[in-house]
């Protein structure tokens, strides 16, 4: 009991529960005992262990938490008792589902760009100030290494209406020599429309990693439907991710994206049995 | 999602309380976009993909937890901003020891005195895998209840949690299995160097 008694002062004191005085008297003990010293020392090696195992513990937690996630939309174990029961009426679902979105591609295809606009183009209430002068609108670059201001790269730099301008164009080419994210997404954009997921799929991402915050929400929806298009959501662990972030994130696409995973729930849980 | 927990004091002030609400606290840090979305913003423009945001943001969570726990943080900036602090520094050492990419301009003049010391939790493998033995020869129980009791459980809840009869076997046995660990630790000279480095 004693040595008990013993241990659990130092184990208080390693956990700063011990009282102010409790402490100073620890302390003061300390610096002439030691058997005291030892036994601390000891005791913060014991310490270090537990803090590691504490830590794999919540690693292991958080690996859960994030499964949560994807398992609330995937079907829950007694669906599998009933599988045999539903299994017909599930493939019925998804193929209305694939139809419905087949359909919605082709409604998509039909729209004329200056709609896409309109009905896609957020409020950007952070859009930053591209009202720039003409004088203003090249860019230099100062070569530091030579101690000399040097226009060795001029590059015009677009405001946003003229992006959308030459978006409407349906100018491809011409929005993939501007180097803007913005210009990037509306090439993104084109680029579903002819079919060429993969490459949208690119032009999104690079969307997402700019600086430039109101396109990046839009680019995630957009990589996150290409990516529906492309076949290639199951394998894509970013698109989910995204889909997830836009959903539980405090954004103009949260009702949006909450609903596009809703819509998931089906083929998901079809994938899953299956 | 519904937050449990009205601002960053109510989050620290149940992770310190060690016990479910430390873990409550915790989930709804690692599952809110708010704490999430930055980080990723900056794994994203250094290099990284959305899997290796998420894997810093897990890395940063269990410094978060242990600083809070051990008093290292100071509570001078926002729960956001530091554990964003942590991430960045966590994927710079990442990236140099990778050599994998040139730092961007923002990761470059990072101040690590900006932060309220984030330490390292970042084993190398050798002492993770001596860690590993050491605590499994523990035993699953032992581990258990030295965990909770460290993280501030009472003694009632590890009896309940564990499936011990009453407080006073929580008692003994957190006792025996601290003793174990300690003749553990004496008895491998080795595993004493490793955790004292």
Excluded at chain 1, 92 to 120: D, P, Q, R, T, W
Excluded at chain 1, 199 to 205: D, W
Excluded at chain 2, 143 to 166: D, T
Aim: proline residues 3%; aromatic residues 8%.
């Amino acid at each position: 009991m004693e040595e008990e008694n013993y241990f659990e002062r130092i184990e208080s004191y390693l956990k700063g529960t011990l009282t102010k005085e409790g402490k100073i008297a620890f302390e003061q003990e300390l610096l002439s005992n030691p058997k005291l010293q030892e036994d601390t020392e000891m005791h913060k090696l014991a310490f270090s262990a537990i803090e590691y195992e504490i830590s794999n513990d919540l690693k292991t937690k958080m690996g859960s938490w994030l499964n949560e996630e994807e398992e609330s939309i995937v079907a829950d174990p007694s669906t599998f008792k009933i599988r045999s029961l539903f299994r017909p009426l599930a493939i019925a679902v998804s193929l209305f589902l694939l139809v419905s979105l087949g359909l919605n591609f082709y409604a998509h295809k039909e729209f004329s760009n200056e709609k896409i606009v309109s009905a896609m183009a957020p409020p950007f209430e952070n859009t930053p100030d591209r009202t720039r002068s003409a004088e203003d609108r090249i860019l230099t670059k100062k070569d530091n290494s030579q101690g000399v201001n040097q226009k060795d790269t001029v590059q015009l730099i677009y405001t946003e209406d003229e992006i959308i301008k030459i978006f409407k164009q349906d100018s491809l080419q011409q929005l993939e020599s501007i180097e803007d994210p913005i210009a990037d997404y509306y090439a993104g954009i084109l680029l579903i429309n002819d079919k060429r997921y993969s490459e949208a799929l690119e032009k999104f991402r690079a969307v997402i990693i700019s600086d430039n915050p109101d396109y990046q929400l839009h680019a995630k929806l957009e990589y996150v439907k290409t990516a529906l298009l492309n076949k290639s959501y199951k394998d894509d662990q970013e698109a989910k991710a995204m889909l997830i972030e836009l959903k539980d994130g405090q954004n103009n696409y949260s009702k949006v994206a909450a609903e596009l995973y809703r819509k998931l729930k089906i083929p998901l849980r079809k994938m899953f049995i299956s | 999602m519904k937050l449990d927990f009205k601002d960053d004091k109510a989050l620290i002030h149940a992770i310190k309380s060690g016990n479910q609400m430390r873990e409550r606290a915790l989930k709804e840090i690692y599952t809110s976009g708010k704490f999430k979305s930055k980080v990723k913003q900056i794994i994203l423009s250094n290099s990284g993909n959305l899997q290796d945001a998420e894997d810093m943001i897990q890395e940063g969570i269990i410094v978060l937890d242990k600083n809070i726990r051990n008093d290292k943080f100071k509570g001078e900036s926002s729960l956001e901003i530091y554990l964003t602090s942590i991430c960045k520094f966590l994927w710079m050492n990442q990236i140099r020891k990778n050599s994998k990419v040139n730092l961007s301009d923002d990761f470059n003049s990072f101040d690590l005195v900006a932060m309220d010391h984030p330490g390292t939790v970042l084993l190398n493998n050798e002492k993770s895998q001596i860690l590993e033995q050491l605590l499994d020869a523990l035993g699953k129980k032992c581990k258990r209840v030295l965990s909770l009791w460290k993280l501030s459980y009472s003694m009632p809840e590890i009896a309940e949690i564990v499936g011990l009869s009453s407080e006073g076997m929580a008692r003994k046995t957190k006792y025996n299995c601290m003793k174990k660990l300690k003749e553990a630790v004496v008895a491998n000279p080795h595993i004493s160097t490793l955790l004292k480095n």
